[in-house]
């Protein structure tokens, strides 16, 4: 049967059903369909954006003979591309746009189509489905409704999937466990750090029996999975890996033979770019189905590696490990994306602070601890820069604060004298001490409290 038949097949399917046809279709079959797609895609983007026409045109590049992404030599996407040049990726009218921070606080833009949200909204459902979410349970969505994509996203997948579903948006946990008994939700769905503050609710006032808790937008403390599946018996958390420039998930968790994610290579052909010796490398991907503005060979940031070896648990989607750092500066943290321009602002109105400065993020059991080293000039006590700093936090950046006044975080200022901070080597501004990957060799060299 043609693949475009059996594709309208398909679509003819609920996801459910399209969750159990997945795990049972041949990887060599999924293969040839994405690399039919790939093609699709690439003539596509080639024949109406203006962005690829003058990449292409710059390589000598012919669409026409691009049949891998192998042929198409050293190009690739980046986020700064997305930065300047968004509107000139539009191969087709938008219905709607999502943003993102870049590493310098400028902003991504991505534009979807009516019928693309509706796809993401499937694929999401598929994805759920194969966690083991079915039309019966009960959906409390918590991911954030503002510019970013993740509360829409997760509320077309609510929707696809048939189960009873409210959309919270990211409110203050308390809102949503004062629910728990009147709408019996059997599944949460909400970033991390936000789970956290709610399971820390549910130890203190009692819990009811749930069945997934469902995380994604940054990672998850790895001491933090047993003590909410503790707390929420006998709930499973489980996270999956997207962006707003996925649109979805393009890495999921259905199972606990792997301590990783399962890939979506039905909307995403994914590739390691420079990879390692043990495999690690930035993630790439090109998204296969998108028409609005398909991202062709785009450059994640993230490093993670593929797994070669077949899952334990059966499934025939391929394995990716978890993510392991960032090539660049930006961190996700504290319930949002933070980047070194952002403190800059935020400490710069405060003249008797020196240039020098540097954010730790670390763990005290599961709860996130944000702090914030500086030096003064003039014996300023950490007393009295606080409310000045939580000022400037405010009027500049009021998501991060209304993450901190929900308790997703917590916060301490720290001061050092003039030259503490930096000693004869460059001071990287964002430290991420929470996982086991953490750079401690990146601490400023008065931080020695720290490294013990």
Known sequence: MP?????KFIETLSPATMARLARRTPPSVIRRMAAKHFRQTVRWAAARSPFYQRAFAARGLDPAKIRTPADLGDFYTTPDDLVANA????????SIVFESSGTTGRNKRVYYSNDELHSIGVSSAVGLAMLGITAEDRIANAFDFNIWIPGMVAHYGCMATGAFSLAFGKVDPIEVYRRLEQYKFTVILGEPTWLIRLTELAEQHGARPLR?????AE??????VRWMENVWKPARVVMSYGSVEIGGAIGFQPCLQIDGYHMDNVDYLTEILEPDADGYGEIVFTTLGRRVMPLLRYRTRDVARLI????????NFPCMSKIRGRRDELIVASGGNLYPLMFQNILEPLPELTHDWQVVFKLEGVREIMEIHVESTNGATADALDPRLRSQITDQYPDLMKNLALGIFQMRLFVHRPGE??????????????FAHADRAALAPGLSDIRS
């Open 87 to 94: 509107e000139d990726f539009i191969c087709a009218p938008p």
């Open 308 to 315: 070669s070896e077949p899952c334990p648990c059966g499934s």
């Open 219 to 224: 990672e998850m403390p790895p001491d933090a």
């Open 3 to 7: 693949f475009r038949l059996i594709e």
């Open 421 to 434: 901070l930096r000693v004869g080597r460059k001071l990287k501004r964002l430290v991420d001490l929470r």
């Open 212 to 216: 997934f808790l469902v995380g994604s």
